[in-house]
């Protein structure tokens, strides 16, 4: 479980293929030094809960199946590709986000970004099926970040979403490299899709 407070930038090293997986090495700068402490760690990387194979101070390795490959945005990056890093959340710490499980729901295409004074707004369009989980003030997990909707559009064909990114945002994470059409991860609140099936299961 992760908060989608994001706690250090990486980027890809070395993506080596494998039979039915990849590994996945992600260089660490002097600020996440030994950011990995054991084998087995789970880590989110753009959000996508992912384990630790092997470590050192400077690097960690991923086993990456195709899958996860496909159905996220870890199957773009490119060695010197930036990367959001959460470690899981330990029992006791604050809630400062919300609750992330790192299984991402699909991906969201960025359609544009909108620059003022005390920040950037993003806007974002979501599959038409996951539009149902979204609400205005809401949180959604974008790339691994804890973000709070602004607005919601319902669109014939797809879901549009207005997030705000304050400076603080902006510098302490990935999204500073963030063009249109960058494919985005996302994961909805859990808590919706929670209710919707119990729900089913009890009118059925």
């Not at 159905?71 to 590709?81: A, I, R, V, W």
Request: glycine residues 10%; charged residues 20%; aromatic residues 6%.
């Amino acid at each position: 479980m992760f908060t989608g407070l994001v706690e250090s930038v990486g980027k890809i090293g070395k993506i080596q293929s494998r039979d039915g997986f990849v590994i996945l090495t992600v260089e660490l700068d002097d600020s996440a030094a030994g950011y990995a402490s054991t084998l087995g760690e789970s880590i989110a990387v753009n959000g996508c809960c992912l384990t630790v194979t092997a470590f050192d101070s400077k690097s960690m390795n991923f086993d990456v199946s195709y899958e996860s490959l496909a159905k996220t945005n870890l199957g773009l990056l490119q060695p010197g590709s930036p990367v959001n890093l959460e470690r899981a959340l330990s029992m006791g710490a604050r809630l400062g986000g919300h609750m992330v499980s790192g299984h991402v729901d699909a991906t969201g295409t960025l359609e544009r970004l909108e620059k003022r004074e005390g920040g950037w707004d993003l806007f974002v369009l979501l599959p038409k099926d996951l539009g149902k989980y979204v609400i205005a003030k809401g949180s959604i997990t974008l790339d691994g970040t804890s973000l709070t909707v602004n607005s919601v559009e319902d669109l014939p064909d797809a879901c549009r979403l207005r997030m705000t990114l304050i400076p603080s945002t902006i510098e302490l994470t990935s999204f500073s490299h963030l063009k249109s059409g960058w494919k985005l991860n996302v994961e909805v609140d859990l808590v919706g899709k929670y209710i919707e099936r119990m729900l089913a299961h009890r009118l059925s």
